[in-house]
């Protein structure tokens, strides 16, 4: 069993900064991709950014130049750096991990129960 535990979610004014975190534990033998996802009220949830292995990141069109996802893979934990936060980035933000409990095993992705981040003044 993997558990996925994310951090750091608050009210935060318009232009402001936000750090999450998010760290991964218990039956992993390798993680392939750490990213996070969120969902605003009424839509769909939606990558924000990744951060694969090697490592390469992929970030949404909205948060490019705003937003920075780092990964420390001997912790198992990924950070994002929210700056110059909009109201349109308020949503709940989960943390994802692509993992392998064992070799040869197929990967599986788990979700952690998500933090809530606003922008508003």
């Known amino acids: 069993q993997v558990q996925v535990v994310e951090s750091g979610g608050d009210l935060v004014q318009p232009g402001g900064s936000l750090r999450l975190s998010c760290v991964a534990s218990g039956s992993i033998l390798r993680i392939y991709a750490m990213g996070w996802y969120r969902q605003a009220p009424g839509k769909q949830r939606e990558l924000v950014a990744e951060v694969t292995s090697s490592p390469v990141a992929n970030y949404a069109d909205s948060v490019k130049g705003r937003f920075i996802i780092s990964r420390d893979n001997a912790k198992n934990t990924v950070t994002l750096q929210m700056n110059s936060l909009k109201p349109e980035d308020t949503a709940v933000y989960y943390c994802?991990?692509?993992?392998?409990?064992?070799?040869?095993?197929?990967?599986?992705?788990?979700w952690g129960q998500g933090t809530q981040v606003t922008v508003s003044s």
């Open positions: 994802n991990a692509r993992v392998s409990s064992r070799i040869g095993g197929a990967v599986f992705s788990y």
